[in-house]
């Protein structure tokens, strides 16, 4: 009994957390005009057609494109420069370690509408206006720093020694780094990718000011579709169920490590 | 003490990043101070006009009631927050073939899209097709419509943001819970110690540490929150709703108002850096204590 009050109340939050996901995924296979006229909890006649529009519809479909686009981007420009950053960090003290780490630290406070002019202004001069690179490249302003902090975090779980140790039997440093110690954190740099996929995959307010048709994202254009008269549910519940899809293949293979991710001595 | 070697070396491994930062951080920032201090009528006039913006934005009461809007809602929020995500976290089992379903479950809300939460209460919370709506309208029979009424659009987004970010809490808390040594609750089970004497005495003081990760990470995002608000509610009934990033987005982009919106947005950064750096140091002086007592 003792334990029979919390594991309901458990349960209870689970089922609260579900079925606004449920809602959505149902709606999406129901036809507009049941998601309007009838109120069902199970979908009483099941349709794909929304989910065909969206892969049919170039406006739709690119949409999720450029999506990947960015994450795939960012990613590449974070962590070949986040890595040895966070090497840095965790393996030598030098001049203005602490306050360069501490502004790092700031970057990832600072509101992204704080920056929306000049980053307009910014990437009007550079002619990337309306480009996937314009919002890579803002992304990393709050992706680079989270994945120095959670790197740092799990190098620092790595023992000095090892790196001692490779270092007299005559490895270089980029040999040892490559060879020996990425493979050593591993999970880490999983869980610093899962962060950076997921920040990436989310942003709004960035890709809103500075993409137009050529560059819009998923996320920008649902905001627009729900702006015009005349909402299309079926199709907003199917896209909002596809943009789920990748969190939740990640954090499938990630699921052993979330809990530390999340923890990890910083972050 | 710290062992580390002393080498200025080391900042060629930093240089890299610092430097795509300085680009993309502190060129834009300076920028943003720059306009805070001139009156821009076009990008070839413009005029220093020294403190008045600011002067402007702090007498503005569009910005002052959305700061105030958003204290509110940031206390709120975490005051539900901070203590139901402990409360999961507490009834969670440790380890265990049901822990790694429990923990995806949990973090699902956490991955959905910021854009795809808000379109999922706007649903939710309607009257024709939402199940919470719906539920409130024809079950309680309480009149419930978050585009017209005020409280109700401030209970879809509390429900809304309470619904998205316990999880993180949850996750943060059963994380500390997991670190703790068996020891102390064998130790605890000797005394005879009641439940309460073990969450009060031994688990409370260790989540100390990721408890104060936690409030820290959650009055960030909450302080910055943007698109679910402004998907589900459009800042409205009125400007009921309109938290501090979309009064200043739309004073930057849709009114163009470019040295109000420099000096509001200075200030809206310094707000949220004092509070963190306070955070900051109570944390690492959490640190340090931690280390001393183990």
Request: aromatic share 16%; net charge neutral.
């Amino acid at each position: 009994m003792r334990k029979f009050i919390p594991r309901v109340g458990l349960g209870a939050f689970l089922v609260f957390l579900m079925i606004p996901i449920y809602w959505m995924i149902t709606m999406s296979f129901k036809t507009n005009n049941a998601i309007q006229t009838s109120f069902h909890i199970w979908p009483a006649h099941w349709t794909v057609e929304h989910y065909a529009t969206i892969f049919s519809d170039p406006r739709w479909w690119t949409t999720f494109v450029h999506s990947f686009e960015y994450v795939v981007l960012n990613m590449a420009l974070v962590l070949p420069l986040a890595l040895p950053a966070a090497y840095a960090f965790s393996r030598f003290r030098f001049l203005g370690d602490k306050h360069l780490f501490f502004w790092l630290l700031t970057n990832l406070m600072a509101p992204p509408a704080v920056f929306l002019l000049p980053f307009f202004n910014l990437f009007h001069t550079l002619h990337l206006f309306d480009t996937v690179f314009a919002v890579a490249i803002c992304d990393t302003l709050f992706n680079l720093p989270l994945a120095i902090w959670i790197l740092e975090g799990f190098m620092s779980g790595v023992p000095r020694e090892i790196d001692e140790t490779a270092f007299i039997d005559g490895y270089s440093l980029p040999r040892f780094f490559i060879r020996i110690f990425l493979p050593l954190i591993r999970s880490g740099i999983g869980v610093t990718a899962f962060f950076l996929f997921m920040f990436s995959w989310i942003s709004l307010l960035i890709p809103r000011t500075l993409t137009a048709n050529g560059a819009m994202p998923f996320a920008q254009k649902m905001t627009s579709a729900i702006s015009m008269s005349g909402i299309d549910w079926g199709i907003l519940a199917a896209c909002g169920t596809l943009s789920i899809i990748p969190g939740a293949v990640v954090i499938w293979f990630v699921r052993k490590h979330i809990a530390t991710g999340f923890a990890l001595g910083r972050v | 003490m710290d062992s580390r070697p002393y080498t200025n070396m080391a900042w060629l491994l930093v240089l890299p990043a610092a430097l795509l930062l300085v680009f993309n951080a502190l060129v834009p920032f300076i920028a943003v101070i720059n306009y805070s201090f001139q009156h821009i009528y076009s990008p070839q006039a413009h005029l220093f006009v020294g403190w008045q913006n600011f002067e402007e934005v702090m007498h503005d009461p569009e910005v002052i009631h959305s700061l105030f809007r958003q204290v509110i809602f940031t206390a709120i929020t975490l005051g539900i927050e901070m203590p139901l995500g402990v409360a999961v976290a507490l009834t969670m089992p440790r380890g265990g073939r049901w822990s790694g379903i429990i923990l995806v479950f949990l973090a699902l809300p956490l991955m959905v899209p910021w854009n795809v939460v808000g379109f999922i209460w706007e649903v939710m919370g309607r009257g024709d097709i939402g199940l919470l709506g719906k539920f409130i309208n024809d079950v309680l029979h309480i009149n419930f419509n978050y585009a017209t009424n005020g409280p109700s659009a401030w209970f879809t987004l509390i429900i809304m943001d309470v619904w998205h970010w316990t999880a993180l809490v949850a996750l943060l808390a059963y994380a500390g819970l997991c670190a703790i040594p068996g020891a102390f609750y064998q130790a605890a089970r000797i005394d005879a110690a009641s439940r309460w004497a073990v969450f009060r005495f031994i688990e409370l003081p260790k989540l100390k540490g990721v408890l104060t990760i936690a409030l820290l990470l959650r009055f960030i995002y909450s302080f910055k929150i943007y698109a679910a608000p402004f998907t589900v509610t459009g800042g409205g009934p009125g400007d009921s709703t309109t938290f501090l990033s979309q009064a200043l987005s739309t004073l930057a982009i849709n009114q163009l108002e470019v040295g109000e919106a420099g000096a509001y947005g200075t200030l809206y950064f310094l707000i949220i850096l004092l509070i963190s750096y306070l955070f900051y140091v109570v944390l690492t002086r959490s640190g340090v204590s931690n280390e001393e007592s183990a």
